[in-house]
T-cell receptor, first 113, second 118 residues
Framework: AQSVTQLGSHVSVSEGALVLLRCNYS??????LFWYVQYPNQGLQLLLK??????LVKGINGFEAEFKKSETSFHLTKPSAHMSDAAEYFC???????????FGAGTRLFVKA | NAGVTQTPKFQVLKTGQSMTLQCAQD?????MYWYRQDPGMGLRLIYY???????DKGEVPNGYNVSRLNKREFSLRLESAAPSQTSVYFC?????????????????FGPGTRLTVL
């Protein structure tokens, strides 16, 4: 069965600092991987996704993630945090049947002025 | 386009009461989903509908039923609410089911329904 582990339920960074949110997955087949963002009192929206091809994926708002098969990781980064990046971030993987999305527990990002 | 809409936004029930959460999408998507979100547990799939006329259980279906009324609408029913069903419920839709060999499509989420069962 596929699973997703997000390391750190809370991450705090200063404005302008590097953002690194960690995600590891387990999958018996090549996975499809996603990062979603949830702002307070809203639904989730897609930041970026990896399906096939280039392993470095760029998303909205300056975020990017790199698929590393050898490390079974899909960490999310942004070079310089902005106050508006404060939100909860979810890593997700499509299951082997190719239909159900499995979500991680989420990482809440705090950005300090 | 309104995207995915959910009603109601908030609801308080007493144990044993029933209610239906409504969801509609105007993006002509084939697939629709119901999730619940609880602190520290991410989103868990309750039921999904790969296409109009079909529904399947997800990870946590007990205590819920669903109806895919047409291509646009997918409702979630709690027949006898329990305090363990206190949660935030999200409906989502995607362009197509992700069958073998087909790259999965992004899911689009509604704003959620915050349900409290006393």
């Amino acid at each position: 069965a596929q699973s997703v582990t997000q390391l750190g339920s809370h991450v705090s960074v200063s404005e302008g600092a590097l953002v690194l949110l960690r995600c590891n997955y387990s999958s018996s087949v090549p996975p499809y991987l996603f990062w979603y963002v949830q702002y307070p009192n809203q639904g989730l929206q897609l930041l970026l996704k990896y399906t096939t091809g280039a392993t470095l994926v760029k998303g909205i708002n300056g975020f990017e993630a790199e698929f590393k098969k050898s490390e079974t990781s899909f960490h999310l980064t942004k070079p310089s945090a902005h106050m508006s990046d404060a939100a909860e971030y979810f890593c997700a993987v499509i299951n082997t049947g190719g239909f159900k999305t499995i979500f991680g527990a989420g990482t809440r990002l705090f950005v300090k002025a | 386009n309104a995207g995915v809409t959910q009603t109601p936004k908030f609801q308080v029930l007493k144990t044993g009461q029933s209610m239906t959460l409504q969801c509609a999408q105007d993006m002509n998507h084939n697939s629709m989903y119901w999730y619940r979100q609880d602190p520290g547990m991410g989103l868990r799939l309750i039921y999904y509908s790969a296409s109009e006329g079909t529904t399947d259980k997800g990870e946590v279906p007990n205590g819920y039923n669903v109806s895919r009324l047409n291509k646009r609408e997918f409702s979630l029913r709690l027949e006898s609410a329990a305090p363990s069903q206190t949660s935030v419920y999200f409906c989502a839709s995607s362009q197509r089911g992700t069958g073998t060999g087909r790259a999965p499509d992004t899911q689009y989420f509604g704003p959620g329904t915050r349900l409290t069962v006393l």
